[in-house]
């Protein structure tokens, strides 16, 4: 889309106009180019990705970062021990190693201090 005939054209050198020139020529034209972009881009981005062509394209994409960076090897290790548990720990943690869903985490209010009156 071009800008209408009331807008001048820029000149080649950009160097010729002066800021306040470039802000006028700006404002001009934003109008009109905006009124391209009405319409949403969602609908166009799923028509692409889930078009047979998209589908093709964005797997050869993981492909080809699996085969520059490897497979993601996403692994969780204990690194060191922890200390053992004190009694005056503000939490308990139990873990089940057979059956992580049983894990808890218990969390201990702290004793209140009993405020004196002077």
Same mark, same amino acid.
């Given at each position: ?21 470039? !802000? ?32 093709? !394209? ?19 290790? !204990? ?40």
């Amino acid at each position: 889309m071009t800008p209408s005939a009331s807008v001048p054209e820029p000149p080649r050198d950009p160097e010729e106009w002066t800021d306040d020139e470039w !802000i006028s020529y700006l404002e001009q034209t934003d109008e009109t180019f905006s009124e391209a972009f009405t319409q949403p881009v969602e609908p166009l981005l799923g028509k692409v990705t889930k078009s047979s062509g998209g589908q093709i !394209i964005g797997n050869a994409m993981l492909g080809m970062a699996q085969a520059i960076y490897g497979k993601d090897k996403t692994e969780i290790a !204990i690194v060191s021990e922890g200390q053992p548990a004190r009694g005056d720990e503000p939490f308990k943690v139990t873990l089940d190693l057979e059956h992580p869903e049983d894990s808890t985490v218990v969390f201990r209010t702290p004793p209140q201090a009993e405020s004196s009156s002077e």
